[in-house]
């Protein structure tokens, strides 16, 4: 089963990256009041069962160090 | 100069790490023992006296600087080592990766500015209780060179307080912050004071040469 985990910078954290391409589309005239920018993981786990992959996945990221809980925020996507 | 007796010093090595000859050369023209410490091997704590984690791209600084490095055999032994109180020093990307290890507090972000940072930056001394800091004095000026595309420092509040209130602080940014971290760290410690790391490299300024020796204020 395909697990998909969108890792955005939490709240409170300033996100150049987001700012530099905020002010990028602003001087290419494109309208828009903030970016941030994050990532997003696709994780291929053996398991068909969705609570057991999302479990899986769940200890990757707080055991395995694939998120950082001081500066990111995660949400794990399933279909 | 020397260490004394001879100092037996392990240098980790990553994938991607790319200062471990300067930090050997630094450690050996102060008759040190060095060993090098392969990131998928652990290793002997007993045996070492003193633990450096030199810059460089650990890992491709993929997913998060020094993250997947935090992860991997050799530093299970470094935390071990870090409980018998024992000196650790992260220069660069080694901080990053003693942050991601939960060794040290905080994180560091993209700097502020997006560009990578390559220059010669002046540092204030603000606590010299740790073993790195013995031959300098608090309020002395060092001039040492960063390179780094992450050096932003974040914590949160609660923890720049504590860092503040138990002398935690060890180096900051004087005049100019290059990087946009919070309060101009430049290098912390923990709390006991034996782990500490700081984001420019002191084996980049040992001889005149070099454009400044302040990095020999470190060992």
Known sequence: ?79 | MSLGTKLKIGITRFLGTNCDEDVRKWLQSLSADTTYLWFEDQFDVNHYDMIVLPGGFSHGDYLRCGAMAAQTPVMKSVKEFAKKDKPILGICNGFQILCEAGLLPGALLRNKELRFKDQWVQLQVNNNQNPFAKKTEVGQTLKLPIAHGDGNYYADSETLKKLKDNNQIWLTYKDNNPNGALMDIAGITNEKHNICALMPHPERALYEWMGSCDGAFLL
């Open chain 1, 1 to 79: 089963m395909k697990v998909g985990i969108k890792i955005m910078p939490r709240d409170v954290i300033l996100d150049t990256q987001g700012r530099a391409v905020e002010s990028s589309m602003k001087s290419n005239g494109f309208e828009l009041l903030s970016c941030r920018v994050g990532k997003y993981v696709e994780v291929t786990v053996a398991s068909e069962n969705k609570a057991e992959a999302q479990s899986q996945v769940e200890k990757m990221l707080k055991e395995g160090g694939l998120y950082n809980p001081l500066i990111e925020k995660f949400e794990i996507q399933i279909n």
